[in-house]
């Protein structure tokens, strides 16, 4: 048996400062530990984000709940899957589509080989036809007159505005299919110059630029409209995104931040019916993400909003004008990021199994008036958040303080007042609407974010979202007006330019 190594201690007051060291030590240990694991998690999560599946769903979550002494459990729920038999053979055509007919008629030699033919019916049959896109060339003839009166002659040419764009020769669809094609389609300005040339039209990248910006422009008169349709939806869906900002003159970038806000919702009319409001979104561009930005572009709106636990909304809920409401897509996901790293299913498996139960009360109501929705929640949603809030306080207890579960748990109950107000007072969606960073790509941010940080990802300009060659164009236009004033000879009296 080893012997034992005694420590001789002479006077209390030493025996004080050993206890110190030794309990110095151990909060020392804990801190590392705490920040050991919290790194083992981010560095699991990325390799998740970088090589794994970005769906969101975990095989066997039924098979996950495991009784806990004074913790309740979900309840086993059986799911009855149904399904309508698909029909089969070649889907019908819509009955939308123009529709062109081209009739077939036996030859004349077929014809010859009777003596008397009846025509008795037809077989039409349908096949989808491609017409491809083509650019064309309009023509602007502008009527000019030799104009005399009162021994007085002038010049008179008719007015015509042949382009949106002043001094360009770009119509109206044409700035349409380059905006689409860029925003919606993704299509780079590289491969739309490529689209062009293959019709037969050499279209530089630069002017690609100058036209979307120019356009940019034109539109920005349906901002004001679009955001006071915006802050009248019953509900409002908000979240936010990073994005590079380029500093003047230091050629170094700073994180800016893209603001998204959606308005929906439903209200009741005169007649007591529901009225879905048109769904719109405002995409807002600081150079921060201060809380004065929300608050500033929201200090008017009254009503619901679903968003992140940032901090910066407070302020406007303490208003009392508008009502915080949680989403579950934000608690889920760091639950999710966590079960997805372990090999054996957990706490964090369980978290996700608690929510998907009350997304599957979400999905039979989906389609319901909000009425309806709001008693369903109450009658089967709220039991399961209260047992689901049970849940989350008995384990908080048993965990590291700075451990990533611990925190995904104390996320959630910060969260519970406004998810609580989902449940007993509010007939929206549980889940934040495509606009939220997180609800629709776990890597990416929602589609318009992702889009719009696409096409801006090397510049932004403080003032304003622009794209990144926006000086160079600037640069450029001046330029090319200069030369223009410069060596073209002096046109004639509403000679249109070029």
Same mark, same amino acid.
């Given at each position: 048996?080893? !012997?034992?190594?005694?420590?001789?201690?002479?006077?209390?007051?030493?025996?004080?400062?050993?206890?110190?060291?030794?309990?110095?030590?151990?909060?020392?240990?804990?801190?590392?530990?705490?920040?050991?694991?919290?790194?083992?998690?981010? *560095?699991?999560?990325?390799?998740?984000?970088?090589?794994?599946?970005?769906?969101?769903?975990?095989?066997?979550?039924?098979?996950?709940?495991?009784?806990?002494?004074?913790?309740?459990?979900?309840?086993?729920?059986?799911?009855?899957?149904?399904?309508?038999?698909?029909?089969?053979?070649?889907?019908? +055509?819509?009955?939308?589509? !123009?529709?062109?007919?081209?009739?077939?008629?036996?030859?004349?030699?077929?014809?010859?080989?009777?003596?008397?033919?009846?025509?008795?019916?037809?077989?039409?049959?349908?096949?989808?036809?491609?017409?491809?896109?083509? =650019?064309?060339?309009?023509?602007?003839?502008?009527?000019?007159?030799?104009?005399?009166?009162?021994?007085?002659?002038?010049?008179?040419?008719?007015?015509?505005?042949?382009?949106?764009?002043?001094?360009?020769?770009?119509?109206?669809?044409?700035?349409?299919?380059?905006? *689409?094609?860029?925003?919606?389609?993704?299509?780079?300005?590289?491969?739309?110059?490529?689209?062009?040339?293959?019709?037969? *039209?050499?279209?530089?990248?630069?002017?690609?630029? $100058?036209?979307?910006?120019?356009?940019?422009?034109?539109?920005?008169?349906?901002?004001?409209?679009?955001? !006071?349709?915006? =802050?009248?939806?019953? /509900?409002?869906?908000?979240?936010?995104?990073?994005?590079?900002?380029?500093?003047?003159?230091?050629?170094?970038?700073?994180?800016?931040? =893209?603001?998204?806000?959606?308005?929906?919702?439903?209200?009741?009319? $005169?007649?007591?019916?529901?009225?879905?409001?048109?769904?719109?979104?405002?995409?807002?561009?600081?150079?921060?993400?201060?809380?004065?930005?929300?608050?500033?572009?929201?200090?008017?709106?009254?009503?619901?909003?679903?968003?992140?636990?940032?901090?910066?909304?407070?302020?406007?809920?303490?208003?009392?004008?508008?009502?915080?409401?949680?989403?579950?897509?934000?608690?889920?996901?760091?639950?999710? $990021?966590?079960?997805?790293? @372990?090999?054996?299913?957990?706490?964090?498996?369980?978290?996700?199994?608690?929510?998907?139960?009350?997304? /599957?009360?979400?999905?039979?109501?989906?389609?319901?008036?909000?009425?309806?929705?709001?008693?369903?929640?109450?009658?089967?949603? *709220?039991?399961?958040?209260?047992?689901?809030?049970?849940? +989350?306080?008995?384990?908080?207890?048993?965990?590291?303080? @700075?451990?990533?579960?611990?925190?995904?748990?104390?996320? !959630? =109950?910060?969260?519970?007042?406004?998810?609580?107000? +989902?449940?007993?007072?509010?007939?929206?969606?549980?889940?934040?609407?495509?606009?939220?960073?997180?609800?629709?790509?776990?890597?990416?941010?929602?589609?318009?974010?992702?889009?719009?940080?696409?096409?801006?990802?090397?510049?932004?300009?403080?003032?304003?979202?622009?794209?990144?060659?926006?000086? @160079?164009?600037?640069?450029?236009?001046?330029?090319?007006?200069?030369?223009?004033?410069?060596?073209?000879?002096?046109?004639?009296?509403?000679?249109?330019?070029?």
């Amino acid at each position: 048996m080893p !012997a034992l190594a005694l420590i001789s201690v002479d006077s209390p007051t030493e025996f004080d400062v050993l206890k110190a060291l030794l309990a110095e030590r151990d909060a020392v240990i804990a801190s590392l530990s705490a920040q050991l694991e919290s790194l083992k998690q981010q *560095v699991l999560n990325l390799r998740r984000l970088h090589f794994g599946a970005k769906s969101e769903k975990l095989a066997g979550q039924a098979e996950l709940f495991h009784e806990t002494a004074a913790i309740p459990a979900p309840p086993q729920d059986t799911q009855t899957i149904t399904y309508k038999r698909r029909r089969r053979g070649r889907p019908a +055509l819509p009955k939308n589509l !123009a529709r062109e007919r081209v009739e077939y008629d036996l030859s004349d030699a077929e014809k010859a080989e009777f003596d008397e033919l009846d025509r008795i019916g037809e077989e039409v049959s349908e096949t989808l036809e491609y017409t491809p896109a083509k =650019l064309v060339v309009i023509e602007h003839a502008r009527a000019k007159y030799a104009c005399r009166k009162d021994g007085e002659s002038t010049i008179r040419t008719a007015f015509a505005q042949p382009s949106p764009l002043p001094k360009t020769n770009a119509g109206a669809g044409l700035l349409t299919q380059i905006l *689409v094609s860029t925003f919606v389609d993704h299509l780079p300005l590289y491969r739309q110059e490529s689209i062009f040339k293959r019709h037969g *039209v050499e279209l530089a990248r630069s002017t690609l630029c $100058e036209w979307k910006l120019a356009s940019g422009e034109l539109l920005a008169v349906l901002r004001a409209p679009l955001i !006071a349709h915006t =802050l009248s939806a019953p /509900r409002l869906h908000s979240d936010d995104t990073t994005m590079p900002l380029i500093v003047g003159g230091r050629g170094s970038t700073k994180t800016a931040r =893209l603001w998204g806000y959606l308005g929906a919702g439903a209200r009741r009319n $005169e007649a007591g019916d529901w009225v879905e409001h048109s769904a719109s979104v405002v995409f807002e561009f600081t150079e921060s993400r201060e809380s004065i930005h929300p608050i500033e572009f929201l200090k008017h709106y009254e009503g619901y909003l679903q968003a992140d636990a940032y901090s910066g909304y407070d302020a406007l809920y303490r208003t009392g004008r508008i009502i915080e409401v949680g989403c579950w897509a934000h608690s889920r996901r760091k639950y999710f $990021e966590i079960a997805k790293t @372990q090999n054996t299913p957990g706490l964090a498996a369980e978290a996700v199994a608690w929510i998907a139960r009350l997304y /599957r009360i979400e999905s039979a109501i989906r389609d319901q008036p909000p009425d309806k929705k709001l008693k369903v929640r109450q009658t089967e949603s *709220v039991p399961v958040l209260s047992q689901f809030k049970v849940w +989350l306080e008995g384990h908080c207890r048993t965990l590291l303080p @700075q451990g990533p579960l611990a925190q995904a748990i104390g996320y !959630a =109950l910060a969260q519970l007042a406004g998810i609580d107000s +989902l449940y007993r007072g509010w007939r929206a969606p549980a889940r934040q609407q495509p606009v939220g960073v997180g609800a629709a790509s776990d890597r990416n941010g929602p589609p318009s974010l992702s889009i719009h940080r696409r096409h801006t990802r090397w510049s932004c300009r403080g003032d304003d979202v622009l794209a990144d060659r926006h000086l @160079q164009t600037q640069r450029h236009r001046a330029l090319r007006l200069s030369q223009g004033r410069s060596s073209a000879p002096a046109r004639a009296s509403g000679q249109p330019g070029r």
